[in-house]
Nanobody, 128 residues
């Protein structure tokens, strides 16, 4: 059983940056495809970014492309989401997700239902 714990959220001003972290335990981290999703009040959970096992293959939602960067450190069992130029519409609870996977399909990992493990979320609030 894989456990995921997010951290790094907070209240920031528009244009600021935050680095979110997700620490994994209970499994072989390098076997996991990792994703970040977010959910704003009254909205469905939406895909933000994913990264394959090696860290060299990534995918981003159009709404964050060029502003957010996903990365992972397999030695530390941690995945990161570096956010920049934050906007009020980025306000949401950000969730880390994981799935054991041997093949990478960007479209497959854009779907929340395809992940097996989820963290509890970390709140990001961007004030205008």
């Amino acid at each position: 059983q894989v456990q995921l714990v997010e951290s790094g959220g907070g209240l920031v001003q528009a244009g600021d940056s935050l680095r979110l972290s997700c620490a994994a335990s209970g499994g072989t981290f390098s076997n996991l495809v990792m994703g970040w999703f977010r959910q704003a009040p009254g909205k469905e959970r939406e895909f933000v970014a994913s990264v394959y096992r090696t860290g060299f293959t990534t995918d981003y939602a159009d709404s964050v492309k060029g502003r957010f960067t996903i990365s992972r450190d397999n030695a530390l069992n941690t995945v990161y989401l570096q956010t920049r130029s934050l906007k009020p519409e980025d306000t949401a609870v950000y969730f880390c997700a994981a799935r054991r996977g041997s093949l990478y399909s960007a479209s497959y990992y854009r779907t929340a239902q395809n992940y097996d493990y989820w963290g509890q979320g970390t709140q990001v609030t961007v004030a205008s």
